[in-house]
Structures are given as structure tokens and as C-alpha cells.
T-cell receptor, first 113, second 114 residues
Framework: QKEVEQDPGPLSVPEGAIVSLNCTYSNSAFQYFMWYRQYSRKGPELLMYTYSSGNKEDGRFTAQVDKSSKYISLFIRDSQPSDSATYLCAMSAYNNAGNMLTFGGGTRLMVKP | SAVISQKPSRDICQRGTSLTIQCQVDSQVTMMFWYRQQPGQSLTLIATANQGSEATYESGFVIDKFPISRPNLTFSTLTVSNMSPEDSSIYLC???????????FGPGTRLTVL
């Protein structure tokens, strides 16, 4: 079993839809959680960063962490075609500069106009 | 966040040859990471490169195959040696973000080995 599981998709939604992207994990030591967006032929771009459980909102994006269930989510409201990309969750147990990230496999999202 | 550039952006190489990938950061950073992303897959950490010390390699990756240099706090190179088609992948460097305990990535080098 992988440490971080993520549905690979592809997930296809119409423009304006609410998108829910999810990851589950097995390591209870993880306490730093990130979402990266990766456009085709580009490097991953940090989208959201959260610590421990709870919600964090940034514009149309909301990151949610449920440590009791070992489950994290990224919600995208009013999705746009420009949101079409692969979304990678990543997590870490450490808070120092030597942090090691464990990535999910990525979910490919397609938002159709 | 740091601005990271990589050279080359892509290359097509012959089996048995070597390719050196460069990673340049616009600010001084202590730690740099090299990842591999195979087609349709997530990121796999190859090694961690600290300035002034030997790189630390992850399980499954060895220095003879992926030698790394880190001559200063803004630059690193990764060499993919004696390449085979299985080395076809995207190679990414990353740095730890200042003030935020996560990593920022370069645009990647897309390598195809024939």
C-alpha cells in the first residue's frame, strides 16, 4: 500500500462546477499538507499549504484536512478551463528546512468550457 | 518564492550517453532536491544536495548513475549517466521555500532516451 493514495482520474467537469480532489494517507506523523498544480510540460506549482487539521481558503480554492480520518481535500469553486491540470497532494511530517515530501500520484482535472 | 530555472528544458539522447542537467536559483538556498517524474507518474525523490557536502541518495538511486554537484548556494547539476530508454522522464529540481516549510520546483527537463 502506498503511503499516499490519490485517484488518478481523469476527472472531467463542466465550467463552473465545484471540484473535489482528495488524498488519503497512512502515516499518522504527517502534519503538513500541500497541494500542487502541474500544467502540462511544466513543473509543479505550490497552490495551498496547511498545517494540521482544519480548513484554509484562498480565493476559489479551499484545502481541508481531517487528520482523524487521514484524509485531505482540495475544493475548487466556479472551476475554469484554466484550472485544467494535474493536482498533486504532498505531505510531510517535519517542519524544518530538511522536510521530505511524500507525494500522491496526482489527479488529472479537465474543465470543459 | 524562489525563481528556479533548468537547462536544458528538453533533450533527446542516445542510449549509453550521459546528460548533465543544470538548476539555477535566484537566491541562496541550503538544500536542493532532485526528482524524477516518469510518464503519468508522481514525483520520486532522487537525492538531496547540500552545498559543501555529498549528496544523499534515496533507495534505488546511486551516485554512479546520478552524480550530483552543488558548487554553491544557487546552483546544482544532476548527470544521468549511461542512459537507457528507462531513464526517459522529467527531471525536476526543487528548493525549500523561505519562511514556508515546503518546496518550490523548477520547470523540469524532459529527457527522451532512444
Amino acid at each position: 500500500q502506498k503511503e499516499v493514495e490519490q485517484d488518478p482520474g481523469p476527472l472531467s467537469v463542466p465550467e463552473g462546477a465545484i471540484v473535489s480532489l482528495n488524498c488519503t494517507y497512512s502515516n499518522s506523523a504527517f502534519q503538513y499538507f500541500m497541494w500542487y498544480r502541474q500544467y502540462s510540460r511544466k513543473g509543479p506549482e505550490l497552490l495551498m499549504y496547511t498545517y494540521s487539521s482544519g480548513n484554509k481558503e484562498d480565493g476559489r480554492f479551499t484545502a481541508q484536512v481531517d487528520k482523524s480520518s487521514k484524509y485531505i481535500s482540495l475544493f475548487i469553486r466556479d472551476s475554469q478551463p484554466s484550472d485544467s491540470a494535474t493536482y498533486l497532494c504532498a505531505m510531510s511530517a517535519y517542519n524544518n528546512a530538511g522536510n521530505m515530501l511524500t507525494f500522491g500520484g496526482g489527479t488529472r482535472l479537465m474543465v470543459k468550457p | 518564492s524562489a525563481v528556479i530555472s533548468q537547462k536544458p528544458s528538453r533533450d533527446i539522447c542516445q542510449r549509453g550517453t550521459s546528460l548533465t542537467i543544470q538548476c539555477q536559483v535566484d537566491s541562496q538556498v541550503t538544500m536542493m532536491f532532485w526528482y524524477r517524474q516518469q510518464p503519468g507518474q508522481s514525483l520520486t525523490l532522487i537525492a538531496t544536495a547540500n552545498q559543501g557536502s555529498e549528496a544523499t541518495y534515496e533507495s534505488g538511486f546511486v551516485i554512479d548513475k546520478f552524480p550530483i554537484s552543488r558548487p554553491n548556494l544557487t546552483f546544482s547539476t544532476l548527470t544521468v549517466s549511461n542512459m537507457s530508454p528507462e531513464d526517459s522522464s522529467i527531471y525536476l529540481c526543487s528548493v525549500v521555500g523561505g519562511g514556508v516549510y515546503t518546496q518550490y520546483f523548477g520547470p523540469g527537463t524532459r529527457l527522451t532516451v532512444l
